[in-house]
């Protein structure tokens, strides 16, 4: 990721980002693996669960894609610095809307159709296809991503939060003079203001949740753009980044106790929405509250990690940057079409996750590489340049170095 903040060269690149990005993406993959066996069900089931492997869903299913809500906003602040509001959105569409659409018609009727044979139905694709398009009603609304395009509902919500958030960037970037000194003053931030998004968070849970019941409605789109607006105040504030970066251990220690908050909470029976109604109530109040400053927290924490010791470059990051977001589309189909058929044999549960989890991996990247890497058609159905990175550099090393013509 190119930067172009006060003191770096426009040319330089904040590699934590970029290895937050990939890092967090494979964290993603990993957790949708783990899904099979966990004791919740999903598209595809083990008969066997396992506990071990619950709690790590259940733990990424706390952070992981505000992670990239935060990077992804972080990342707003310096494509700002380089184009116009308009190139921009126009980018944001392209990038992220045809991936979007491409994988809505033609991945998300495959992944129903093995859902549906996992849970029993015996029919042909060519069959099952006219009953899932009738049923394909369109609705305004969040949750209908969710429900047809599994995860592709990260992208579109990425998109809109991307739009939505622009008129507020445009106008942060025209603050006085002097709020903008004080934005980019190294000074770090008192530690109490890393948890003002936390209200944010929580708030527009506890007052959205109770008219907006279905997860990954309009409550949840609200507060994954507060992640996208902490991100970019991330990027664009010197000293929120030098408090982030001094305070791993607090921001470890608050998310340790959040997350076992949380589990405690659903060993009581004291979460909003799991087995009870939502109400706007103190309950739901404390809940939200916890959750906000458990996935807050991580993100914190991972993030000053990163500051610290990944701020530098290296090939296999320039490849994973460039693979990120062929890889987060089509890795849900894969696990999804080598789970239903790895969930059959007569192995044990960690057996089947080691063969599920290298199987789906080196699918997937031998996917992208054969198919989109290098094919410029692909590379742009999947949101990427038309020419690769490595090869748009050596032709422009190719053209610097060449003689002039006579």
Known sequence: MVAARPGLPATARVHWVDWLKVLAVLAIFLYHVALVFSLTSWMISNRQHSLILSGIAGWGYLWGLQLLFVLAGASSFY?????????????????????????????????????????????????FLPGYLH??????DPVWLIRNGYHLWF????????????PLQWGLGRLPDAVQ?????????????????VLFIAAVQVLLRPAFAPDMSWPDLASDLVFYLGGYALASSSGFAAAVRRTPVRSLVV???????????????????????????????????????????????????AMRWLDRPHPAIQYGTDAILPFYVLHHPVV?????????????????FGLLFCGALVVTLAIYEVLIRHFGPLRLLFGLRFTPPDTAGLLERRRLTSPAPA
């Open 135 to 140: 049923r394909l009603t369109f609705t305004v």
């Open 336 to 352: 999804v079409i080598l789970g239903f058929y790895v969930v059959q044999l007569r192995l044990g549960v960690w057996p089947k």
């Open 181 to 197: 000194r004080r934005l980019r003053s190294p000074a770090p931030w008192p530690a109490w203001a890393l948890l003002v998004p």
């Open 255 to 305: 998310a340790l106790m959040a997350w076992l908050g949380l589990g405690l909470a659903f060993l009581l029976h004291f979460v909003p929405g799991w087995n009870q109604p939502y109400h706007l109530d103190a309950q739901l109040v404390a809940y939200q509250l916890l959750h906000a400053l458990g996935a807050w927290a991580w993100v914190l924490f991972l993030a000053s990690l």
């Open 155 to 166: 992208l579109g919500f990425l998109l809109v939060i991307s739009l939505a958030a622009l």
């Open 79 to 127: 494509a700002l610095r380089r184009r116009t509001v308009a190139r921009f959105a126009g980018e944001r569409v392209l990038r992220l809307g045809v991936p979007l659409l491409i994988g809505l018609v033609t991945l998300s009727p495959i992944q129903a159709y093995f859902m549906a044979l996992n849970q029993g139905r015996q029919e042909s694709l060519a069959a």
